[in-house]
C-alpha cells in the first residue's frame, strides 16, 4: 500500500495557477510511475498527465499541453503539478496516482494507488 496525499488545490480566476503536490503518507514514490487524473462532475475520470519513475519521460493530455507541467521532486518523492493559464473547464478533483510498472500509460486502471483528491475551481 502507498497511502497518497494530494495537497494545493483551491479557487482561482481563469488566468490564475495552481501547484498541487503529492506525497506518500508512508513509504517512497521513488519507484512508482506517477500520474495526475482529473474527474469534473457527472463527467468520467480523465487523465491529465504522467511520469516515469526517474522523471525523464511525461505524457500530457492535449489539453493541458503547454500549460500544465508535471515534475519530481529530487529525492522522487514528491510529484507535482504546476497549473498555469487555467480555465474554467479545468475545475474537476484532480487525483494523484501510482503505478508499479514502469511505462507511462493514460489508463486510469493500470494505476494501483490513488490519494482521495483536491478540488480544483476555476471561476471565469
Known amino acids: 500500500q502507498v497511502p497518497l496525499v494530494e495537497s494545493g488545490g483551491g479557487l482561482?480566476?481563469?488566468?490564475?495557477?495552481?501547484?498541487?503536490?503529492c506525497v506518500a503518507s508512508r513509504g517512497t514514490l521513488r519507484t512508482y510511475t506517477m500520474g495526475w487524473f482529473r474527474q469534473a462532475p457527472g463527467k468520467e475520470r480523465e487523465f491529465v498527465v504522467a511520469i516515469s519513475?526517474?522523471?525523464?519521460?511525461?505524457s500530457y493530455a492535449e489539453?493541458?499541453?503547454g500549460r500544465?507541467?508535471?515534475?519530481r521532486g529530487a529525492a522522487k518523492n514528491t510529484v507535482t503539478l504546476q497549473m498555469n493559464s487555467l480555465r474554467p473547464e479545468d475545475t474537476a478533483v484532480y487525483y494523484?496516482?501510482?503505478?508499479?510498472?514502469p511505462g507511462l500509460t493514460t489508463n486510469p486502471f493500470d494505476f494501483e494507488y490513488w490519494?482521495?483528491?483536491?478540488?480544483?475551481?476555476?471561476?471565469s
Open 115 to 123: 490519494g482521495q483528491g483536491t478540488q480544483v475551481t476555476v471561476s
Open 96 to 101: 494523484c496516482a501510482a503505478r508499479l510498472s
Open 53 to 58: 519513475w526517474n522523471g525523464e519521460s511525461t
Open 63 to 65: 489539453s493541458v499541453k
Open 12 to 21: 482561482v480566476q481563469a488566468g490564475g495557477f495552481l501547484r498541487l503536490s
Open 68 to 71: 500544465f507541467t508535471i515534475s
